[in-house]
C-alpha cells in the first residue's frame, strides 16, 4: 500500500482519511473554481468525484482553469470530459464522473442523487439558486462559492440548520460584475477553492460546519466574516416551514441566455433529445466550414456564426447577441442538419 495521504492523515486521522476514500462529492462547474477544487478533492483521495459542466475548453480559460491545456482547446473538448481525464492522471485510485450537461430545474435533482455533498462552482447566480433549492429539498449540504476580479466569497448551507441562499439574497452583494465584463485573477480562486474544500473536509471530519460568510478581496487585502445564522428565513420558500422550491419551476420550453462577455447566445430545447453528430455532420458538411466533431460536440462555423452543438441539442451561437436572431439560426441548423436524426429521451 502507497503512502499517498500519509501528510493528510497525520493532520485529520485516519478515521477521517477512510471517510474521505469513500465520499461521493458532486461538484457543478469545471471553470475556474470547480477545476481548482476538484484537483484539490481528487489529490485528497475523495473516493467517487462527479463533475457536471456545459461547456468547453477555449483559450481564454486557460490562465486560470489550471486542469486544462492548449490541446484541449484544439480538440474542443468539453471542460468536464477534460477534467475526468486530467484528474484520472492525477489519482488512479478514485473513480472520476465528467457529465455534458446543462444543469437546470429539470435535471438537477437526477444529478445529485446519491452524492453525499455539493459544490456549487457554476459563477452564476441563476444557476446557484436552482443548486440550492435541490439541495434544501434533498436534505444535501451545498458549499456555495463565487469570485470576479480579486474578490471571492463563500457560504456553507446544510439544510434544516443554516440560512439557505435564497435567505440571503437580500443581504449578499449583488453586484453585476462577472468575469467576462471585469475579468479574474487566478489567486483569488484558489483562495475561494480551498474554502470550499476545507469546508468539504470539515464536514467529512465531522465538524460542524458554521453559516459564515467568508469574503476575501486579495487586491486590497480585506477579509470578511459575517455569521448569517440569525438571517435564516422562517418563510423562506426555499428552506422554511412551507418550502415550494421556486428555482426548480421551470416550463417544459426552449431556454435562451446570453453568454455575458461573449458575443453568444446559448439555447436548450425544452424536450431530452440524443442526436447522432456524426449524421448531423455529414448532412451539413457541404453548408459548413472548420467542421470539428468529437463524441461530445460539434464544432463548425455556419452562415456568419460559429456553432457549438451538444448531442443532447443544446447549442451556443458565437457572434450574435440577440436571443431571437439566436433561435432563428438555431432552427435553421437543425432543419439542414436534420431533425429526424434525434431520438427523444
Not at 461521493?24 to 459542466?53: N, Q, Y
Not at 439544510?159 to 441562499?165: D, H, N, R, Y
Not at 439566436?326 to 437543425?334: K, L, P, S
Request: hydrophobic share 40%; aromatic share 6%; charged share 20%.
Amino acid at each position: 500500500m502507497n503512502n499517498r495521504y500519509a501528510r493528510q492523515s497525520l493532520f485529520l486521522g485516519e478515521n477521517t482519511q477512510q471517510r474521505i476514500q469513500q465520499a461521493k462529492v458532486l461538484i457543478i462547474g469545471a471553470g475556474a473554481l470547480g477545476s481548482a477544487s476538484s484537483e484539490m478533492l481528487a489529490r485528497a483521495g475523495i473516493g467517487h468525484l462527479t463533475i457536471v459542466d456545459r461547456d468547453y475548453v477555449e483559450w481564454s480559460n486557460l490562465q486560470r482553469q489550471q486542469l486544462y491545456v492548449e490541446t484541449d482547446v484544439h480538440r474542443k473538448l468539453p471542460k468536464a470530459i477534460a477534467a475526468k481525464q486530467r484528474l484520472e492522471q492525477i489519482n488512479s485510485e478514485i473513480i472520476v464522473e465528467g457529465i455534458v450537461e446543462d444543469v437546470h430545474g429539470l435535471n438537477i435533482e437526477t444529478l445529485m442523487q446519491g452524492h453525499m455533498i455539493v459544490v456549487d462552482a457554476t459563477d452564476n447566480f441563476d444557476t446557484s439558486l436552482i443548486i440550492n433549492d435541490a439541495a434544501n429539498k434533498k436534505g444535501i449540504p451545498y458549499i456555495f462559492g463565487a469570485c470576479v476580479g480579486s474578490y471571492g466569497l463563500t457560504l456553507p448551507i446544510v439544510p434544516g440548520e443554516t440560512p439557505c441562499l435564497h435567505c440571503l439574497l437580500q443581504h449578499l452583494p449583488m453586484d453585476t460584475m462577472t468575469c467576462d465584463t471585469v475579468g479574474v485573477i487566478s489567486p483569488i480562486v484558489q483562495v475561494t477553492a480551498a474554502y470550499q474544500v476545507t469546508h468539504i473536509m470539515k464536514w467529512l471530519s465531522g465538524i460542524p460546519l458554521q453559516p459564515i460568510v467568508q469574503s476575501v478581496d486579495l487586491w486590497k487585502d480585506e477579509h470578511a466574516k459575517v455569521h448569517v445564522s440569525k438571517l435564516k428565513n422562517p418563510h423562506c420558500l426555499t428552506c422554511g416551514e412551507q418550502p415550494i422550491y421556486p428555482f426548480l419551476q421551470l416550463e417544459q420550453q426552449m431556454k435562451v441566455g446570453v453568454l455575458c462577455g461573449r458575443d453568444a447566445v446559448q439555447l436548450r430545447p425544452g424536450q431530452s433529445y440524443k442526436y447522432s453528430l456524426e449524421q448531423i455532420a455529414e448532412n451539413i458538411s457541404k453548408q459548413v466550414t472548420k467542421l470539428i466533431v468529437n463524441p461530445y460536440l460539434l464544432s463548425c462555423h455556419f452562415e456568419t456564426y460559429r456553432i457549438v452543438f451538444f448531442e443532447d441539442g443544446r447549442a451556443i451561437i458565437h457572434g450574435v447577441a440577440d436571443p431571437m436572431l439566436a433561435r432563428v439560426v438555431y432552427n435553421r441548423f437543425i432543419q439542414i442538419g436534420g431533425s429526424n436524426q434525434r431520438v427523444q429521451v
